[in-house]
C-alpha cells in the first residue's frame, strides 16, 4: 500500500465522521498541515498515531485498511456455518429452509428500519465486505460421480478442517 493510498483512506475516514483537520490536530496535539501531509501521502504518522487516528475515527487499523484476521468470527457463528454446511450437502431442501427464514428475518428487520425502528447493524465488519461483493457458496455437494477417491477425501478433509 502507498503512502497516498494510506492518505486518501485516513481522508476518508476523518471526512466520514465529519471532522477537519484542525480538529483531529487538536486532539491528538499536531498541526493541522502534518494532518494534511499525511493524508496527501507527503508523510505518514508512526504507528503509535495511527492507532489514535483510527481509535478518532471508531475504527480499527484492520478495518481501516482492508486487513482480515484469520478469525473473524464467533464460536456460535462458527457452529452454525458447520450446521449449514452439513445440511446443505445431506439435505438442500433443508438449506432452503434455513434461506427462506434468513431472508424473512431480514426483510422485516430491513422494513422496520425504513419506518424509523432503531435497528442494531454490524459496524464490526472488515472495510472489503461490501453489499454488492459476490460471495463464493461455500457448501457443497457429493455429487461428482467418478471423481478419484483421494478427490473426494481431500474435500472432505478441507470442509472438516478448523480453520477454514
Not at 446443505?88 to 424473512?104: C, F, K, M, N, Q
Not at 428500519?113 to 455437494?141: C, F, S
Not at 478427490?151 to 478448523?162: G, P, T, V
Request: contains cysteine; proline residues 2%; aromatic residues 8%.
Amino acid at each position: 500500500m502507498t503512502k497516498e493510498e494510506i492518505g486518501h483512506i485516513l481522508k476518508e475516514l476523518r471526512v466520514s465522521c465529519g471532522m477537519t483537520q484542525k480538529e483531529v490536530a487538536e486532539k491528538i496535539g499536531r498541526t493541522q498541515q502534518i494532518i494534511g501531509h499525511w493524508e496527501t501521502g507527503y508523510a505518514q504518522p508512526d504507528a503509535n498515531t495511527l492507532f489514535t487516528l483510527c481509535n478518532i475515527y471508531s475504527t480499527t487499523v484492520d478495518d481501516a485498511f482492508g486487513f482480515q484476521r484469520k478469525n473473524n468470527i464467533s464460536k456460535e457463528e462458527y457452529e452454525h456455518i458447520k450446521k449449514y454446511r452439513f445440511i446443505s450437502t445431506h439435505s438442500p431442501d433443508g438449506a432452503g429452509v434455513v434461506d427462506t427464514v434468513l431472508d424473512r428475518e431480514y426483510s422485516i428487520a430491513g422494513k422496520l428500519k425504513e419506518q424509523g425502528e432503531k435497528i442494531i447493524e454490524l459496524t464490526n465488519l472488515p472495510r472489503y465486505v461490501q453489499e454488492d461483493t459476490t460471495y463464493v457458496n461455500a457448501a457443497h455437494a457429493d455429487d461428482y460421480a467418478g471423481a478419484p477417491e483421494e478427490l473426494k477425501q481431500l474435500e472432505e478433509d478441507i470442509m472438516d478442517a478448523d480453520d477454514f
